[in-house]
């Protein structure tokens, strides 16, 4: 930090008198409990989201139009959605420099994150919680929404941005890679048929989360149920596409997302077929048949696009996945290129779970 504060003093910004510690497995922002009362402290990552008050403009819009839906269905808003505590200038968030930007979110009390082990009931319940989201902002006026991260998920620019990493070779890493770049242009062939069929109109554009990963998705401790989608930082305009592929990405795979041991990394049908019901219990009738026909090719899609995206990182020298040990990207990218292989030999099972 360039101005030196601590913790609790970032918290009296926002009146909220506690202790922190550390919290949660995020790869992007530094996320802090705080301690009786508990709030969810975060240092929002301004390298990645360069404009914070756009960034947190979507949040407070989002939440407001989301507590409106939930109230007038008869549930609980505090706990159906993330609750911003404002600081005591007035901001939903506190400045101290360009670095250092924080925001505050009442915590969600009796409610648990998945990680790594799951159920075909966690996964039936992420289903329906990604999909009553979306269901939710099918209505909210995608014009008052900022691009967060511009082109998060035009994936053939993220394989241009890969062939500069390649290109521009920062971290000397190159001539290890070889077979990974092999197998993402390889593979660049397919990549771009959602981003064309939104800008030809065969795919609708929708306010879409963007960042379905299970942790990302608060269930409830007792029953289990999903309670509340969170990391709302990259909600912008999007396809439902996204949304289902990427859930499944992690959701789906019989293994961590960095694990190693690649004959233990397989895509998983049950799984599959088990989000699928939860998400089009509440999506079958909006989607379009062209997006239900897409279903299985989204989630290779956006596997695909996350393992590039970590090798492009990898090649960079590790500048935006938050990484745990040497070589952490090119781990995952290798875990996701492997999930990919599988889904491949896989994709007509997974159409026809999806016909049923
Ligand atoms: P990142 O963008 O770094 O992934 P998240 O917003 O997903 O950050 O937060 C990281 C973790 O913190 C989550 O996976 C979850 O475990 C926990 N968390 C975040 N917000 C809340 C909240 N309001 N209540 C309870 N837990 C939360
Ligand atoms: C990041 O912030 P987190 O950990 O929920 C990333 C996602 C990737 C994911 C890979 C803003 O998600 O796009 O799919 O890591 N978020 C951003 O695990 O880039
Ligand atoms: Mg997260």
């Known amino acids: 930090m360039k101005k030196e504060m601590t913790m609790s003093e970032i918290l009296q910004q926002f009146e909220v008198a506690a202790e922190t510690e550390s919290y949660g497995n995020g790869h992007i922002n530094d996320t802090y409990l705080a301690t009786t009362p508990r709030y969810i402290l975060q240092r929002i990552n301004t390298s990645i989201f360069k404009k914070p008050d756009e960034l947190m403009s979507n949040i407070e819009n989002v939440t407001a139009f989301l507590r409106e839906k939930i109230a007038a269905a008869g549930g609980d808003a505090d706990r159906g959605t993330l609750t911003v505590i404002p600081a005591k200038n007035g901001e939903t968030y506190y400045r101290l420099d360009e670095q250092n930007v924080f925001r505050v979110y009442k915590f969600i009390e009796g409610t648990k994150t998945i990680e790594n082990?799951?159920?075909?009931?966690?996964?039936?319940?992420?289903?329906?919680g990604f999909g009553h989201f979306q269901k939710m902002l099918a209505d909210f006026p995608v014009e008052k929404l900022f691009?967060?991260?511009?082109?998060?998920?035009?994936?053939?620019?993220?394989?241009?941005?890969?062939?500069?990493?390649?290109?521009e070779d920062k971290a000397g890493r190159g001539s290890s890679v070889k077979k990974e770049v092999d197998f993402a242009l390889?593979?660049?062939?397919?990549?771009?048929?959602?981003?064309?069929?939104?800008?030809?109109?065969?795919?609708?554009?929708?306010?879409?989360?963007?960042?379905?990963?299970?942790?990302?998705?608060?269930?409830?401790?007792?029953?289990?149920?999903?309670?509340?989608?969170?990391?709302?930082?990259?909600?912008?305009?999007?396809?439902a596409l996204y949304d289902f592929g990427d859930a499944l990405r992690?959701?789906?795979?019989?293994?961590?997302?960095?694990?190693?041991?690649l004959e233990k990394v397989e895509f998983d049908v049950g799984a599959f077929e088990a989000f699928a019901?939860?998400?089009?219990?509440?999506?079958?009738?909006?989607?379009?048949?062209?997006?239900?026909?897409?279903?299985?090719l989204s989630v290779k899609l956006m596997t695909y696009e996350c393992g590039i995206r970590f090798l492009t990182?990898?090649?960079?020298?590790?500048?935006?996945?938050?990484?745990?040990?040497?070589?952490?990207?090119?781990?995952?990218?290798?875990?996701?290129f492997k999930l990919v292989e599988d889904i491949t030999g896989k994709e007509e099972i997974l159409a026809g779970v999806i016909k049923r």
């Not at 771009?192 to 069929?197: F, H, L, P, R, S």
């Not at 500048?319 to 781990?331: Q, S, W």
Request: glycine share 6%.
């Open 117 to 128: 082990s799951k159920t075909e009931k966690d996964l039936y319940e992420a289903g329906v």
């Open 147 to 167: 691009e967060t991260i511009p082109d998060f998920h035009n994936t053939p620019r993220r394989i241009e941005a890969l062939k500069e990493a390649i290109r």
């Open 186 to 239: 390889e593979n660049a062939l397919w990549a771009d048929k959602v981003v064309k069929g939104m800008e030809d109109g065969s795919i609708p554009v929708r306010v879409t989360h963007n960042d379905t990963k299970i942790n990302n998705i608060l269930f409830d401790q007792e029953s289990g149920k999903a309670v509340c989608v969170i990391d709302l930082d990259t909600v912008m305009p999007g396809s």
């Open 250 to 261: 992690m959701g789906g795979s019989t293994a961590a997302e960095d694990e190693t041991d």
């Open 277 to 296: 019901k939860g998400y089009l219990s509440e999506m079958k009738e909006a989607l379009t048949e062209t997006e239900m026909e897409l279903l299985p």
């Open 313 to 336: 990182d990898y090649l960079n020298g590790d500048t935006y996945f938050k990484i745990h040990r040497e070589h952490h990207n090119l781990d995952r990218a290798r875990n996701q």
